[in-house]
């Protein structure tokens, strides 16, 4: 389902995560492949444990870090297009 | 016989195993009982993990090693060895000590890692890397400069917070020309297998009995044509990670058992704690050469 500020995002139950200094790596086991998630993205990941609509999380995000409104939105986007295209996530609406 | 120690277990054994220590602990019972008897050639409900393996519901085991014998190893820590006709006991011990440990460390949920290791520091550090990288031979040199060694071949590890290592035995298998360039004679040293010029060698110094805390992992790779050689530590936690697996010996056996979890646990534990270091060297590089670098690296 393609993306869109309405998008509600929730992330897949991932049992096997741990953090390493300031990284937080997610271990796909079925797929057999890591994924490490730097600060922010870690931040972002938290938030997904419940439902969220992408244009909430943006705005929690321009709340939370300073950057351009436009920057932002498009860093979430592209992450979260990421973790769909790694089945990490349900997309719906 | 007497009983010996293992990886902190209390092993009862039909097979001598001389290069073990003796228990020296309470009068718990057995942990690993080894014994000789009859195994069938398949397991029930085994699924084929390897062309040596099959591993059934109960994470029981069945190694078949051809010439060498079939090894029937539980849950419960018995194991029982039906050897071939002309299998040498070297032989026996061998896979005994090395895919059989290797396979009771999953089924307990401990981390193996295909190390060998010596203590520098009051630590082990361990040397990590693919059969015929010179991890022995590394070790050996460190011997006989009074390190103590805590392993070869199979470094265990426990899973807990911090990982500490449950040392194995001072046995090393070294090739004739490792041994020759140490200046140490192969008479009266033990084949590693019937026709094959490696040898066992029990480091004269004493082993290790007690756990000890990791110091430092060193992945053994090969420099490449045009690659520099040097040692280098891996910063980026993936890359940390994806050597820490492929370190792992017999992965694909944790992973059969359920016990991939506890593995990721324990090398993202040993990422976040324990610095990781590449040691790039020629293939011709002599086996000396990088004692002095790595014992300075591991004191930082």
């Known amino acids: 389902m393609p993306l869109s500020p309405n998008s509600e995002i929730v992330r897949r139950s991932h049992p096997f995560e741990a953090a390493i200094g300031d990284t937080q790596v997610l271990l796909d086991v079925e797929q057999g492949f890591y994924f490490g998630l730097n600060a922010v993205a870690s931040r972002i990941w938290q938030r997904l444990e419940h439902p969220v609509r992408v244009r909430d999380l943006c705005l929690l995000l321009k709340a939370e870090y300073d950057g351009e409104e436009a920057r932002i939105d498009a860093e979430v986007f592209a992450f979260l297009a990421q973790l769909e295209?790694?089945?990490?996530?349900?997309v719906s609406g | 016989m007497t009983d010996r120690l293992l990886c902190g277990w209390r092993v009862r054994s039909a097979v001598a195993l001389p290069e073990l220590l003796e228990?020296?602990?309470?009068?718990?019972?057995?942990?690993?009982?080894?014994?000789?008897?009859?195994?069938?050639d398949s397991l029930p409900g085994g699924r084929t993990i390897s062309p040596w393996l099959q591993i059934d519901g109960t994470g029981t085991g069945l190694l078949e090693v051809p010439m060498v014998g079939r090894f029937l190893v539980q849950r419960s820590g018995?194991?029982?060895?039906?050897?071939?006709?002309?299998?040498?006991?070297?032989?026996?011990?061998?896979f005994l000590l090395g895919s059989v440990l290797g396979l009771v460390c999953h089924q307990r949920g401990l981390l193996p890692l295909h190390a060998s290791s010596v203590v520098i520091e009051d630590g082990a550090v361990a040397f990590c890397g693919h059969s015929g990288m010179g991890k022995s031979t590394l070790a050996l040199r460190f011997a006989q400069r009074g390190h103590a060694v805590v392993s070869d071949d199979v470094c265990v590890l426990d899973t807990g917070s911090p990982a500490p290592v449950r040392p194995s035995f001072p046995r090393l298998k070294l090739w004739r020309d490792a041994l020759e360039d140490a200046a140490l004679p192969t008479e009266g040293l033990e084949?590693?297998?019937?026709?094959?010029?490696k040898f066992h060698f029990i480091e004269p110094q004493a082993g290790v009995r007690g756990p000890i805390p990791l110091r430092a992992l060193f992945m053994l790779r090969r420099a490449k044509h045009g690659e520099q050689e040097g040692i280098e530590r891996l910063s980026a936690p993936l890359d940390i990670l994806a050597a820490l697996e492929t370190g792992t010996f017999r992965?694909?056996?944790?992973?059969?058992?359920?016990?991939?979890?506890?593995?990721?646990?324990?090398?993202?534990?040993?990422?976040?704690?324990?610095?990781?270091?590449?040691?790039?060297?020629l293939p011709d590089a002599p086996p000396g050469r990088w004692l002095d670098a790595i014992a300075a690296t591991v004191r930082g």
């Open chain 1, 85 to 90: 295209a790694q089945n990490l996530i349900d």
């Open chain 2, 23 to 40: 228990w020296q602990g309470d009068d718990r019972p057995p942990d690993l009982t080894v014994r000789l008897g009859a195994v069938d």
């Open chain 2, 78 to 94: 018995d194991i029982t060895i039906a050897p071939q006709p002309e299998a040498r006991e070297a032989e026996i011990r061998l």
């Open chain 2, 191 to 197: 084949r590693n297998r019937r026709g094959q010029d």
């Open chain 2, 251 to 281: 992965m694909q056996i944790g992973r059969a058992l359920g016990a991939e979890k506890a593995l990721f646990q324990a090398h993202a534990l040993i990422a976040g704690t324990v610095p990781v270091y590449t040691l790039r060297r």
